[in-house]
């Protein structure tokens, strides 16, 4: 190699070292670079990530719920899980838990759901269920008290359902201490033995159980095969009161076709609320099955003192019993079928819910139980089917015949009162024998069966003639009645009388009508008016006379739903009568207390809000000296209304509650008013109150456009679904 080549390898050297060297000058500067843009976007995606917490923070605040803390969020869910499973308490398919639906929202629905344990402590163990969800939920309620629902499935076996009982016993072995609710449903006796064994054992306790359940789903259930339940109704078994525990605390019971004395004595005797479903059977009874006997009943009641509630679903226990009587006790042999016992009185006993008795059982129970305290009665009577047996009555073979009952049972407590029956005339009258002298609220409702070719029409067709008020009740002046709500009746014209109804019901403030027709007849005498005579008391020939109203002067409030043939012009002469002209151009009647001393010493006074008198061809009020007594006719009528006789009963309940109704005849039937009661009804009938409520849904005729319009004439709440 010459010494130029030499040369130009050195050369060639250099610049490639040179250019090398720019290159990783460059290089070294890219990547300088590309960290400094990797920190620049590293940078924006932080800030964007922030921004878009942000705007989800904002939309999320465009939801009202999220603007609640968490703790009242905890509160909600707790009411969602309790409404949600109260309402799908017997669906044998429930859907999801709502508790695990609400940890499916967002994160911190979630967060918030783990973090209330009452969420987790409600267990319903309905269709197919495993273990391991129980374990999970009782992990997560903590110490938090447990609501346990356990239904059977349809198909499931015997043997099925009791290794799903054992199991399920098993897992909750150390968290029956925390029961608060336990609500069972199992097909056979055998399956629920084991719940009842364990509360009777005396090794546990329950600090915490309020309310229980047990049902025997599978009707006219067997216990050939469950030692001891049956055993265990002796009365010498029943009449032995061990001491109650300091922890019993039970307040709700619910049995459905077991026996009465299933649990133990401490488990009844703090109860307040009692329910029994025993469907009334057709054979006669054997050793493997159970008859709820009326004798057992009654020893049940007295062992429950603090009882405020008595619920009777589609129960009619056997009448073996009659009250006892003086006169034949030194005779034993004397109606050996059935057993003295006398009427258990019940001091706290406030509501009686009775559905589906026959007419007769209405008088007999309440003929054993005496229930100082009672202010709700709801009874829905069933007509007995001429087509099908009837119920097996035991040893009560003429049905209450042998059996000595009162004549009339006084219920002067009853302040609200349900009855439900049909066009049968033993159900119209199954409260004849009741008297209700203070009642205060009033619903009635027809419940016909309807026939396949009813079907086809609309279910809220009344199919039922109102039957004559006296034909309901003992003494059909209801001088206390303020609220009143009549359902699927229809109303003909002997119903436009002032004595036909609403005469009665002088102290009415609020009349509701569902689901009727006829609503004309009714409430057509509603706009009536009447002439007032004003009595004197000394002697001068001079009378005031003033317009009023027939019936109701106190009534302030209408309401109608589903009466297909209301019409508005009836609704407007009512208004027009009630309110007068709120333009103030009507003079205002005088007030009758202002003369009541300048009328007529003649005068009579008529009863419970109907005006006679001696002039005008008996109308006008008469407030002088004859008593308040039956319902009098505004206008001649071609039926006489006597007075009903008053038993010894009706004499003391009326005297003693004269104060308790404003009404102005609460000196009762029999005896002359006083003169401040007279002009006290007087001022009512001269001067009704207006009418201030009316409500209207699904009535046809009536249009919301008309309705609005009664507001023009001092209607001041107005509520109507029509169309314009």
């Given at each position: ?36 843009l990797q ?52 669906s ?35 269709g ?80 915490d ?24 109704q ?7 009161k061990?001491p ?215 279910p ?18 209801l ?5 009143l ?68 002067p ?6 109608f ?65 004859s ?19 008053k ?21 009762g ?17 001269s ?29 001041t ?8």
């Open positions: 190699m010459s010494k130029r080549d030499f040369v130009a390898i050195e050369n060639d050297v250099l610049v490639i070292q040179a250019k090398l060297e720019v290159l990783r000058t460059q290089a070294t500067q890219y990547t300088t670079l590309i960290s400094q920190d620049m976007k590293l940078s924006v995606t932080e800030e964007m990530q922030a921004l878009e917490q942000r705007l989800r923070d904002l939309e999320a605040l465009r939801i009202p719920i999220n603007w609640l803390p968490n703790e009242l969020l905890g509160t909600i869910f707790l009411y969602c899980v309790e409404q949600e499973l109260s309402s799908n308490a017997t044998i398919h429930p859907s999801t838990d709502i508790s695990v639906s609400l940890t499916h929202v967002n994160q911190r629905w979630r967060a918030v759901a783990l973090s209330t344990p009452r969420v987790w402590s409600f267990i319903h163990l309905r197919r269920w495993n273990l391991e969800r129980v374990r999970i939920f009782l992990s997560r309620s903590q110490s938090s008290p447990l609501d346990i629902h356990y239904r059977s499935a349809p198909n499931l076996s015997l043997s099925e359902e009791k290794e799903r009982v054992s199991s399920l016993i098993g897992a909750l072995e150390t968290e029956w201490h925390r029961l608060k609710r336990f609500n069972v449903s199992t097909k056979t006796s055998e399956a629920i033995a084991p719940f009842i064994q364990l509360f009777n054992d005396t090794q546990r306790t329950f600090t159980l309020d309310d229980i359940s047990l049902s025997i789903i599978t009707p006219n259930p067997q216990f050939s095969a469950v030692d001891g339940l049956l055993r265990n002796l009365p010498a078994a029943q009449h032995y061990p109650i525990p300091s922890w019993s605390r039970l307040s709700h019971l619910k049995l459905e076709e077991l026996p009465l004395f299933t649990l133990p004595y401490h488990f009844i005797a703090k109860l307040a609320s009692l329910e029994l479903i025993y469907p009334p059977k057709k054979e006669r009874p054997s050793r493997a099955h159970y008859f709820l006997k009326m004798s057992t009943f009654l020893h049940f009641l007295s062992l429950t003192p603090l009882l405020e509630e008595l619920t009777l679903n589609n129960t009619i226990p056997i009448f073996d019993v009659t009250l006892p009587d003086e006169n034949q006790r030194s005779d034993p042999a004397s109606n050996s079928a059935l057993l003295p016992t006398p009427p258990v009185k019940l001091t706290r006993l406030k509501a009686i819910n009775w559905t589906f008795p026959l007419p007769g059982d209405v008088h007999q129970l309440m003929s054993f139980i005496d229930c100082p305290a009672l202010e709700k009665l709801d009874v829905w009577v069933e007509a007995p089917n001429p087509k099908e047996e009837g119920p097996w009555r035991g040893l009560d073979l003429s049905y209450g015949t042998r059996m000595k009952l009162p004549m009339v049972i006084d219920c002067s407590p009853v302040r609200d009162l349900s009855f439900q029956f049909s066009t049968d005339d033993s159900t119209v009258s199954s409260l004849r024998k009741l008297y209700f002298p203070g009642l205060e609220s009033l619903e009635l409702m027809s419940v016909d069966r309807c026939t396949e070719k009813d079907d086809k029409t609309s809220r067709s009344p199919i039922t003639t109102f039957p004559r008020i006296e034909f309901i009740f003992h003494d059909p002046r001088f206390c009645l303020t609220n709500t009549l359902s699927h009746f229809q109303f003909n014209k002997d119903h436009q009388r002032p004595e036909a109804i609403l005469g009665y019901i002088p102290a009415l403030i609020s009349l509701s009508l569902e689901s009727c027709l006829g609503v004309e007849n009714l409430i057509k005498v509603l706009e009536e008016r009447c002439t007032l005579n004003l009595p004197t008391t000394n002697g001068v020939s001079r009378a005031g006379r003033v317009g009023g109203v027939k019936v109701c106190r009534l302030e409030a209408l309401s739903w589903g009466c297909d043939d209301l019409a508005i012009g009836l609704l407007l002469k009512i208004v027009l009568t009630r309110n007068g002209d709120v333009s103030g151009r009507n003079s205002e009647p005088e007030n009758p207390s202002r003369r009541i001393h300048e009328g007529d010493p003649h005068a009579e006074l008529g009863p419970i809000g109907t005006i006679t008198g001696p002039e005008h061809g008996g109308k006008g009020l008469n407030l002088g000296t008593s308040v007594a039956e319902p009098a006719l505004s206008t001649p009528s071609p039926r006489k209304i006597k007075p009903l006789r038993s010894v009963h009706q004499t003391s309940a009326s005297g003693g509650r004269a104060g308790s109704c404003e009404v102005g005849v609460g000196a039937a029999g005896r002359r008013p006083s003169l401040e009661a007279a002009r006290l009804v007087a001022h009512e009938v001067q009704p109150s207006p009418i201030l409520y009316i409500r209207i849904h699904q009535c046809p005729l009536v249009h919301l456009g008309d309705a609005l319009s009664l507001q023009d004439l001092g209607v709440d107005i509520v109507c679904d029509g169309n314009e």
